[in-house]
């Protein structure tokens, strides 16, 4: 049998919403990869419900990274996601230089449908940048690209010249990048595709599906994570990924079942083993 990699994650627990933690623990697992998470916050629930219940574990952080430092603990990956404070993105800064890996992906987790999630401020939205520059591959849904980008949601662009542009913007030579949610193409979803190593931009479209599903921007960075650390090319992972987050919205669409509560994921966990 192979080692099994391990990746620390940086998110929350959501209790209900399959969101964050409780779609990143599964859809690694399933991948072969073992999940050491650095939890942010308890939320009963995802923020998308009335009022839910938080616990914050921002001070719990540094202890859960001194005693790992402790017991001379490695890891082959890093991966960000949401984060709740300046301070939590601060913390996240000092873990990647703390726990060097071959691989730091951020998930700059800031919005979705041209808005900013309501916890997070301007100033949030900056450091996020910050951090971005310590991963090399980010992978932004559109809103968040245009945040880091500081250009208008509504001024994005609509074909791949002008998204190839942004691509490289974001990259700044230096990582690779995977923009979610194009739609750049009738009845598809798309991703744009940097990719460092390989200096090429390559695009991806599925058939899109409707309805929105919260936890879908978790699990697509968690496949995609999956396959490059399994050593597939960044355009293969993405494929992937894309793909198994149609199938995921496909199948909870033609079921009917409350979109809040996230995809039904656990019925297609199986479909990971094999990749
Ligand atoms: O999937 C992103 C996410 C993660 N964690 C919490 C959220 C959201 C999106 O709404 O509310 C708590």
């Known amino acids: 049998m192979e080692k099994i990699k391990r990746v620390i994650a940086v998110n929350d627990m959501s209790s209900i919403g399959r969101c964050s933690l409780t779609v990143i623990i599964p859809v690694l697992s399933a991948m072969g ?11 009963s629930t995802h923020t998308g419900f009335k009022a839910p219940a938080k616990a914050d574990m921002t001070k719990f952080i540094p202890e859960v990274t001194k ?4 017991i001379g603990a490695t890891f082959d990956a ?7 404070s300046e301070e939590q993105i601060g913390m996240t800064e000092e873990l990647i230089d703390r726990f060097p890996c071959g691989i730091v992906l951020v998930d700059p987790v800031m919005g979705d449908n041209g808005k900013a999630y ?13 951090l971005c520059r310590k991963a090399n591959v980010i992978t932004p849904n559109l809103t968040e690209a245009a945040i880091l980008l500081g250009e208008d949601y509504s001024a994005a ?17 230096k990582r690779s990048v995977v923009i979610t949610g194009l739609e750049l193409c009738e009845g598809t979803l798309g991703c744009g595709c940097y990719d460092a190593e390989k200096n090429r931009v ?20 968690s496949v995609l994570l ?25 199948t909870t669409a033609e079921v009917g079942s409350v979109p809040m509560e996230g995809v039904l994921l656990e019925g297609l966990l199986y479909r990971l083993i094999e990749i």
């Not at 990869?33 to 939320?43: D, E, G, N």
């Not at 890093?78 to 709740?84: E, K, P, R, W």
């Open 226 to 250: 999956g396959g490059l650390m399994k050593g597939k090319l960044l355009a293969d992972s993405v494929k992937q990924a894309a793909e198994f987050v149609g199938l995921c919205v496909k």
């Open 67 to 70: 005693h790992w430092s402790s």
């Open 157 to 173: 662009p609509s074909e791949e010249h002008g998204m190839t542009k942004w691509l490289e913007r974001l990259s700044e030579g």
């Open 33 to 43: 990869v073992q999940v050491c998470p650095v939890v942010t916050a308890l939320y």
């Open 118 to 130: 309501s916890a997070f401020s301007p100033e949030m939205c900056g450091n996020m940048s910050r």
């Open 202 to 221: 390559s695009f991806i479209y599925n058939e899109r599906f409707g309805g929105y599903f919260p936890g879908t921007g978790d699990i697509f960075s």
């Open 78 to 84: 890093v991966y960000s996601g949401y984060l709740g």
